[in-house]
Every structure is written in C-alpha cells, then in structure tokens.
C-alpha cells in the first residue's frame, strides 16, 4: 500500500534552517511528483511547491522562492523540503502529498511539527 | 492571481441532514477543483477532484458539482464521522486550498 513517512518533528531558532523528509513506498517514486503543503497552528492549508523524482526539477510557490529548496532521492525513494532564514511564522505542520494525475493529492504523510522559537 | 473563497466559515447541522459546502474562484478553472476532508491532529483526505468525482473508497453520501467559477460539496445526510474541516483547491495552475469549513454537529 501507498506511504508517506515522514521525519520528526523540529525546533529550531529564527534565522536557522530546517530539512524535514519524505519516505514513499507502495509505489513508483519517479512516476508522481511530490508536492509540500504546510499549515500553521489553527489556520488552512498553504502549498508551497512541488519537485519531480524523476529528474530533480521542482517548482516552487512564489512567497517561498530563494529560501526553500525541495530535492529527491531515488536510490532511498524519499523527498526532502529545506526552509531557509525561518522566522515564526513558519511554525506550522509540514505536509508532503502524492500528486494524482487526474487531480489532488491521494495520499499524504502524517505530518511533520516543526516549531521555531528562540 | 486567482482567489479561493469558502463559504460557510464554519456550519453546525443534525444527523441526517444534507451539508452543503460553496468553494468559488475568482476567475474561471474549469473543472480543476478536488475537495479534501482533514480531521483534527490528521492529514488532509482527499474526497474528490476533477469537481465531481469520487475518490476510490470515499462513502457516496459525498457529491460534487460545479465548473467554472461555483463549485459544491455536498454531504446528503450527515453522520458523526463527517465532523471534520473541508477545504477545496483549485490545481488549474498552481494549486490554491480555500480557506476551510468547519462542519460541527449540532
């Protein structure tokens, strides 16, 4: 069956960086993109770009261009989102999601809590 | 830029009654609206996509309609297990979540 697990959860200090992981199994990692998704304490869903383990390309959301880097590595099968000069607001539950082809995201990871507090 | 607009904020219905939800984008996207349930501590589930069809194993009490700008989400009759944040996302170009629902029971 399809799986997303992803790693625990983080705290870090502003103007640190965090990389939180994505491991797929139950399918074949280069045949969807990956898409991240964050939400904050209380608040709605924000996507914030996706990458292609087929060939490393990514596309990222406008407000999150220069500080975020997505990446992917087929010999694990698993995808990496790194956040860059984090601030407060960027606490928030970190989502990766399955890309359906015919549209959404059928499957998700369990989330991953990352807090940034001095 | 292409606006996501939810309504109601939040809804408090009976068992048994039918819910509907509105999702309206600011310009035309087609059909390209998928419709997720998230309960609280959980990650998103997704219900539906392409407006109006049904994920594999998502009960049938759960329809979709619309295209264009004025979608829904409708649950026919509601049950305790529905008590949960609906949110839709537009995907017609870079994906966009609405601002949630939050279905109660009254």
């Known amino acids: 069956q399809v799986q997303l697990v992803q790693s625990g959860a983080e705290v870090k200090k502003p103007g640190a960086s965090v990389k939180v992981s994505c491991k797929a199994s139950g399918y074949m990692f280069t045949g969807y993109h990956i898409h991240w998704v964050r939400q904050a304490p209380g608040q709605g869903l924000e996507w914030m770009g996706w990458i292609n383990p087929n060939n490393g390309g990514a596309f990222y959301a406008q407000r999150f261009q220069g500080r975020v880097t997505m990446t992917s590595d087929t010999s694990s099968d698993t995808a990496y989102v790194e956040l860059s000069s984090l601030i407060s607001d960027d606490t928030a539950v970190y989502y990766c999601?399955?890309?359906?082809?015919?549209?959404?995201?059928?499957?998700w990871g369990q989330g991953t809590m990352v807090t940034v507090s001095s | 830029d292409i606006q996501m607009t939810q309504s109601p904020s939040s809804l408090s219905a009976s068992i048994g009654d039918r819910v509907t939800i509105t999702c309206r984008a600011s310009?035309?996207?087609?059909?390209?609206l998928a419709w997720y349930q998230q309960k609280p501590g959980k990650a998103p589930k997704l219900l539906m996509y392409?407006?109006?069809t049904l994920q594999s194993g998502v009960p049938s009490r759960f329809s979709g309609s619309g295209s264009g700008t004025d979608f829904t989400l409708t649950i026919s009759s509601l049950q305790p297990e529905d008590v949960a944040t609906y949110y839709c996302e537009n995907y017609s170009s870079a994906p966009l979540f609405g601002g949630g629902t939050k279905v109660q029971i009254k």
């Open positions: 999601a399955k890309n359906n082809w015919f549209g959404g995201f059928d499957f």
């Open positions: 310009q035309g996207i087609s059909n390209y």
């Open positions: 392409a407006a109006s």
